[in-house]
């Protein structure tokens, strides 16, 4: 029995602190139990720090971050934050938008110099997209990011509402911008909607129009450099490239854009694409070994896809994918042919390894 319960204590010393390193790690937990600060039937608010308006400079060029779930990557947020700061003293507003959690991002972009306040806002219904108050805290807002969730509800109860019109007017006036995971998920023109459930690569080749290959065009599809683009997210660590080509083959043959428009990017776990004016550059984490986490995948087909039908396996051949690991570069105004390699699908098998 002793030794049951000092097994057991030993358990719950490891659990515990496994959660405060992924809380020192990243901002994407639910929260901490703290009661909203404002909210209604529609909305919570819960506000970390001054509720007055920080007021920095305006930047002078857009900043797009994309994140591919996991921890978050500490560095990309203070990218977004000094961005913001313009290299002056000032501090900053983060907003944070998401349709489930509560505070999780609040202490931990609290603790990042710079930062005045983080407001989290959980939208529990459309209706929460036209709240005056939401309004106003994302016109206010000197950073402001899409935590991870649930997609289709992001594009269920925001697109074609006042949220999506004050969001895009954010990005116009150049406020950092960016989303992880879901939030990943609805940046490019195009996204994958995941309106059912989601679908494994091995479904989505088997059948690309597998009732779980959704797509959606109707929300955010017109970010900067975003035109021609699909995201997904957790790419390595869910191995998601095959249905990340089998998307861009869908909106070949389903006409949304000619196969030569088209492009994909797909982020793994513990990475940002951190894109400053046209060039991307990718940020991971110290992954405990002397080396950094992350690791972006820039996809472009070569030439139309062969067979893209109903309950056939798909076939499209010669992708071009441009990798990128932490440190490196890639310009997304161009898409420039670097150092590539070229992946196929082969009657529903994709060859060689995409990573």
């Not at 600060?37 to 007055?52: Q, V």
């Not at 002078?60 to 591919?68: C, D, F, I, K």
């Not at 110099?113 to 989290?120: I, N, Q």
């Not at 984490?285 to 139309?304: I, M």
Request: charge should be neutral.
């Amino acid at each position: 029995m002793k030794r049951l319960q000092t097994w057991a204590r030993r358990t719950v010393s490891l659990s515990l602190l496994c959660v405060s390193f992924a809380a020192l790690a990243g901002g994407g937990s639910a929260g901490s139990g703290a009661k909203a600060t404002a909210g209604s039937k529609d909305y919570d608010l819960y506000r970390s720090g001054s509720a007055a308006d920080a007021l920095p400079p305006q930047p002078a060029s857009n900043q797009l971050v994309l994140m591919g779930g996991g921890l978050d990557v500490d560095d990309a947020f203070r990218a977004m934050i000094a961005k913001a700061r313009g290299g002056t003293a000032a501090k900053v507003d983060v907003v944070i938008l998401r349709t489930s959690g509560a505070d999780g991002y609040n202490a931990y972009l609290m603790a990042m110099d710079g930062v005045d306040s983080v407001e989290s806002i959980v939208l529990k219904t459309r209706a929460g997209a036209s709240a005056p108050e939401v309004l106003d805290l994302v016109a206010r807002a000197d950073v402001l990011f899409i935590a991870g969730g649930d997609q289709s509800t992001y594009i269920a109860q925001w697109a074609g509402t006042p949220l999506e019109a004050a969001m895009k007017a954010a990005v116009a006036r150049r406020v950092p911008f960016g989303g992880t995971s879901a939030g990943l998920a609805v940046l490019g023109q195009f996204d994958y909607s995941g309106a059912n459930q989601s679908v494994s690569s091995a479904e989505a080749l088997a059948n690309p129009y597998d009732r779980n290959v959704t797509l959606d065009r109707s929300f955010l599809n017109a970010l900067p450099l975003m035109a021609g683009v699909i995201t997904d997210a957790h790419l390595v660590a869910r191995d998601r490239m095959g249905r990340l080509v089998t998307f861009l083959a869908r909106l070949s043959a389903d006409g949304w854009a000619g196969w030569q428009a088209l492009r994909a990017v797909g982020v793994d776990e513990q990475t940002a694409v951190v894109a400053d004016g046209d060039i991307a550059t990718v940020m991971g984490n110290d992954d405990g070994q002397g080396g950094r986490t992350g690791r972006a995948y820039f996809v472009k087909p070569t030439v139309a896809p062969t067979t893209v039908q109903a309950k056939k396996p798909l076939t499209f051949r010669n992708l071009q994918v441009e990798k990128r690991v932490a440190g490196g570069q890639y310009n997304l105004a161009t898409w420039p042919t670097v150092s590539p390699y070229f992946i196929s699908v082969e009657a529903g098998v994709l060859l060689p390894n995409p990573y």
